[in-house]
């Protein structure tokens, strides 16, 4: 420390504690979590309410007002749902379409991201640009073209239904391309001059360095698949190939709906994803705060 710095620190001392010292909090956390913290209850509510209903009996989910807190635990809700429907077979269907529709939107948008952010070809930003418009059209516009092509390769009411139109989505592309982008090229270009392709930069550099984006594009689209309900409402329509989310209509008569039933099927369908969040919890929030928007 110099002399000038040794002065003033002589000349001004409570200044300079007051400097180094911290800051220190009048609240123990943060002040926005007594924002965040009510608005969590808002909208852990409806989850909650599902789990009451679950262990309740018909009368008292259909009571007015609702009863919060059931007279007794009804636990016997989830073997009966389990017993109503073929349920195995529906999380079957679901975890086969599910899980087919991530690995192939993981290899393909990581295969058409790469394309679009490394490689340069005539047309490459005009035809990012009308992938990204596709982003805007509603699915109920080419709803019945969607359809119509399914039924013309013969795969109406079967399992390839559910899964072909999903197979690559334009927003994993959009996705991965912009993370691709915020890489360092020199990583890629120090592999090329070793004498590696443009695949197995792709499989050996790149898709190691992308865990993040790639763990997040797999919770997304295992959300969205999951549950999915109004395409396979249209593309299938034997019990056999019914999805879960298909599969709880049949809880749901003409004239009444046995809401525990229901929302102990709805609960038992919420499992896999919960599970699959909180393992993928450190990437996916990794992923989402990494991914660059780079132009």
């Not at 909650?48 to 919060?68: D, G, N």
């Not at 080419?142 to 239904?161: E, Q, R, W």
């Amino acid at each position: 420390m110099t002399m000038e710095a040794q002065a003033d620190r002589i000349a001004w001392p409570e200044e300079a504690e007051a400097v180094e010292r911290p800051r220190r909090r009048w609240l123990p956390f943060s002040p926005w979590h007594l924002v965040l913290f009510p608005l969590a209850l808002i909208m852990l509510l409806p989850l909650v309410w599902m789990i009451v209903t679950s262990l309740e009996t018909q009368a008292e989910s259909l009571h007015f007002p609702p009863v919060l807190v059931p007279g007794s635990l009804h636990f016997g809700n989830y073997p009966s749902a389990l017993r109503s429907a073929p349920f195995g077979r529906w999380f079957l269907n679901t975890f086969i379409v599910t899980s087919t529709v991530v690995v192939s939107n993981l290899l393909l948008c990581s295969l058409a991201g790469y394309a679009f952010a490394r490689i340069r070809f005539f047309g490459r930003a005009a035809t990012f640009m009308l992938l990204l418009a596709t982003l805007m059209v509603p699915f109920q516009v080419v709803m019945i073209p969607t359809f119509l092509i399914v039924k013309k390769l013969g795969l109406f009411d079967s399992l390839p239904a559910l899964i072909a139109p999903n197979l690559v989505s334009a927003f994993g592309i959009f996705m991965l391309r912009q993370f691709f982008r915020t890489l360092p090229v020199e990583l890629e270009e120090a592999a090329r001059i070793d004498g590696a392709s443009r695949l197995g930069v792709l499989f050996k550099i790149v898709l190691p360095l992308s865990l993040p984006a790639l763990a997040t594009l797999a919770v997304i689209q295992f959300m969205w698949t999951w549950n999915d309900f109004l395409w396979p409402l249209i593309a299938v329509f034997s019990q056999r190939n019914f999805t879960l989310q298909l599969g709880l209509t049949v809880f749901q008569g003409s004239h009444d709906v046995f809401w525990p039933l229901v929302m102990a099927g709805n609960v038992m369908s919420m499992i896999p994803m919960l599970v699959l969040f909180f393992a993928a919890q450190r990437y996916f929030v990794r992923g989402i705060a990494t991914t660059g928007l780079k132009g």
